[in-house]
Nanobody, 124 residues
Framework: QVQLVESGGGLVQAGDSLRLSCAAS????????MGWFRQAPGKERGFVAA????????DYVDSVKGRFTVSRDNAKNTVYLQMNSLKPEDTAVYYC?????????????????WGQGTQVTVSS
């Protein structure tokens, strides 16, 4: 079992930055690729970013490319999502997820473990 806990969400203004963290605990000796997803009110959960176990492969949804950066520190069992130039349309609950595959990208059905989410609200 792996437990994922997100943190770092909050209320910010458009143009501000936030850094989300996702700390993994439990069976962290395995190699997990990680992903970030988000769900806005009334919308389905959607892909935001993904990173491979070694951190050598990343991917982003088009709407966040150039603004968001995903990274990881395996020594700390933590994955980060640096979010810059935030827009009101980034408002959502952000979830991190882990997969036992080397890399799963945007394929949500391949992620086995999910966190509880952290709220990000961007005011205009």
């Amino acid at each position: 079992q792996v437990q994922l806990v997100e943190s770092g969400g909050g209320l910010v203004q458009a143009g501000d930055s936030l850094r989300l963290s996702c700390a993994a605990s439990g069976r962290t000796s395995s190699s997990y690729a990680m992903g970030w997803f988000r769900q806005a009110p009334g919308k389905e959960r959607g892909f935001v970013a993904a990173i491979s176990w070694r951190g050598d492969t990343t991917d982003y949804v088009d709407s966040v490319k150039g603004r968001f950066t995903v990274s990881r520190d395996n020594a700390k069992n933590t994955v980060y999502l640096q979010m810059n130039s935030l827009k009101p349309e980034d408002t959502a609950v952000y979830y991190c997820a882990a997969t036992l595959k080397h890399y799963s990208g945007s394929r949500a059905n391949e992620y086995y473990y999910w966190g509880q989410g952290t709220q990000v609200t961007v005011s205009s």
